[in-house]
């Protein structure tokens, strides 16, 4: 600033025209200061600007609740499909015993070969967990399903092989994996058959894997909407503004300084959004919770409805912040470059 | 300070608006563009003000060619200059205060330094005590006072003003033009469009002539 001042007392006395300096030109771009001194007032812009846009959204509230609420329902809807795809997860989890895959070994192996054969198996990575059921206790199992179970102590002998139990790992996620280990279990020489319940599984996992493209196509074509609801909210708030944006312009403000109040305009339309979306969702939820406990204990289960952690719920308003601060960007940028004050 | 070398402006739809404009102002000159109208001074201003660009020929400000500049730096260009206009275009929802520091908070300036020359511009244009008023309460002369003020806060070497007396009484616009005679002794440039003859004639400063796309002086 010295400098220019010194140059512009200069200039009354002697009316010439010079060639202005670079280093002029380039102090002319902003005011004076040291690097911390622009950057403290950088910050101090953002902030403002950032509790600005804040109130601007409050002067038009029944605008700004209406795209809200619209995104709100978007972002809830994807939020609900992944709730979704979550509690399948569990309940097809709690299905799980039926993959079980059983080893009936052959009549000559007794339990202490079974206990090595299992100790064997253990280590095979595919599986999560091995349990032997001795003769006896195959009786004892059989003895309780009912009067048919009543029959086995009519017999002198037991007749009941020894049976290794095998519990798979990640049963839901595989294809192939499973089929591959019941494959190699069959080529023991100590096993006589091994029993599974295969096709269940397979259309179990065919289900999810649909379920999982399903999810991922509905999170890209709100993800979209997302950016063009707050991209044109945004769009007609530029447009109303034309004026004001053209004036700034004349008083040398660029693109960005004028974009800034309007992306954050963005955030907060998308954190709201966010917010609202939850609570539809926890509405949703809590209004399921008790029927399908209900459903659930027709069955047996001991079902509980999942809800969304606190980590996807940060993630649920992160996503919908940054994504409306990402479509009103595009929109401002866009916009910015086609007018030109007139 | 301002060069205009043979400058040509075409209006898609209107046609040729300047054909063949030359003139030069020294630094703190004060010019006034006259012309009838639709003679191409707003024209005129637009191409300093970097708003239109001309269709041929080179326009100088301050050494730098501004014919020829990248958009980019457009912004940074017109922090240099100083507009004033005849509906004043001030920010209606904002306060005296707040239009006047605008084009300092732009440049980029901490709070206090804004506050101490705004307060301090305010004061030179008599409207010291109105900063938190907003621009409908105040006349028709007060606006253009702040508009003024707004133009002139960040000591730009040119100050390019269309129709600034247009809105106002004889009296009034006597009053605007001494604060630009009062900006011309500290050596700024001032380019004033209008076609006030009357104002003109009592001024005694530089006459540019428009007529027929072309400059005389007069
Ligand atoms: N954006 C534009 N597109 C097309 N033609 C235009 C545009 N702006 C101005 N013109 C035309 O250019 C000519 C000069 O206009 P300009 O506004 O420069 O005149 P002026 O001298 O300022 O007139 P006034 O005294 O009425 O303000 C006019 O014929 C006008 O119709
Ligand atoms: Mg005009």
């Known amino acids: 600033m010295k400098l220019r001042r010194r140059k512009q007392t200069q200039e009354v006395k002697v009316p010439k025209q010079a060639k202005p300096l670079r280093q002029e030109v380039k102090q002319n771009r902003a005011a004076g200061g040291t690097a911390k001194d622009k950057l403290i007032i950088c910050r101090d812009l953002h902030i403002q600007a950032w509790f600005y846009s804040l109130l601007r959204l409050g002067k038009t509230p029944f605008a700004s609740a209406i795209t809200i609420v619209v995104l709100a329902i978007s972002i809830a809807l994807a939020g609900s499909f992944q709730l979704l795809l979550i509690n399948f997860q569990q309940i097809a989890g709690n299905f799980q015993t039926s993959a079980q ?242 | 300070m301002l060069k205009f070398a043979n400058v040509c402006k075409r209006y898609p739809l209107t046609g040729d608006v300047l054909r063949g404009v030359s003139f030069h102002l020294q630094r703190g000159e004060i010019a006034f563009l006259t012309g009838h109208s639709g003679a191409g001074k707003s024209t005129l201003l637009k191409l300093i003000a970097l708003m239109e660009r001309c269709n041929s020929g080179e326009i100088w400000l301050d050494g730098q060619k501004l014919s020829h500049v990248k958009d980019s730096q457009i912004p940074y260009l017109r922090r240099k200059m100083g507009f004033i206009f005849q509906d004043y275009k001030l920010l209606h929802d904002r306060t005296i205060f707040e239009n006047v520091a605008l084009p300092l908070i732009i440049a980029g300036y901490g709070h206090q330094e804004t506050t101490r020359k705004v307060r301090a511009i305010l004061e030179k244009v008599g409207l010291a005590g109105k900063e938190h008023k907003f621009p409908l309460a105040l006349s028709g002369g007060e606006q253009q006072r702040v508009g003024i003020a707004r133009a002139v806060v960040n000591k730009p070497p040119i100050i390019i003003a269309d129709e600034p007396t247009g809105n106002l009484d004889p009296e009034l616009s006597e009053e605007i033009m001494s604060l630009f005679e009062g900006f011309q002794q500290v050596g700024v440039t001032v380019l004033i469009a209008s076609h006030d003859i009357a104002l003109i004639e009592r001024m005694h400063h530089r006459v540019l002539k428009l007529e027929h796309g072309r400059l005389f002086s007069v």
């Not at chain 1, 059983?102 to 100790?119: K, P, Q």
């Not at chain 1, 006896?136 to 007749?159: C, H, V, W, Y």
């Not at chain 1, 798979?168 to 494959?183: A, M, Y």
């Not at chain 1, 044109?232 to 004036?247: A, G, K």
Request: glycine share 4%; proline share 3%; hydrophobic share 50%.
């Open chain 1, 101 to 342: 895959i059983s080893l009936f070994l052959r009549e000559n192996i007794n339990e202490n070969r079974a206990r090595i054969l299992a100790d064997t198996l253990r280590k095979n990575p595919a599986i999560e967990s091995v349990q032997v059921i001795s003769k006896e206790q195959g009786r004892a199992l059989f003895k309780t399903f009912g009067s048919f179970g009543a029959a086995i102590d009519m017999l002198d002998e037991n007749p009941l092989p020894v049976v290794i139990e095998i519990m798979p790992k990640n049963t839901l996620d595989d294809d192939g994996q499973i089929e591959t280990l019941v494959n190699t279990l069959k080529q023991r020489q100590e096993v006589d058959f091994v029993r599974m319940d295969m096709e269940w599984l397979q259309r179990l996992q065919a289900i999810m894997a649909v379920a999982r493209r399903l999810f991922v196509a509905l999170n890209t074509l709100l993800g979209f909407a997302v950016l063009f609801i707050t991209g044109n909210t945004i769009r007609l708030e530029l447009n109303n503004r034309q004026e004001e944006i053209m004036i700034t312009k004349l008083v040398g403000a660029t693109n960005s300084f004028i974009a800034t109040p309007f992306i954050y305009s963005g955030f907060w339309i998308g954190f709201f959004a966010g917010v609202l979306a939850w609570f539809i969702v926890a509405l949703l939820m809590v209004s399921l919770r008790v029927p399908v406990e209900a459903l659930s204990a027709h069955y047996n289960g001991n079902f509980h409805l999942l809800f969304l952690s606190v980590a996807d719920s940060i993630k649920l308003i992160l996503v919908s912040a940054s994504l409306s601060m990402l479509g009103s960007c595009l929109v401002v940028f866009n916009q910015l470059n086609k007018t030109n004050p007139q």
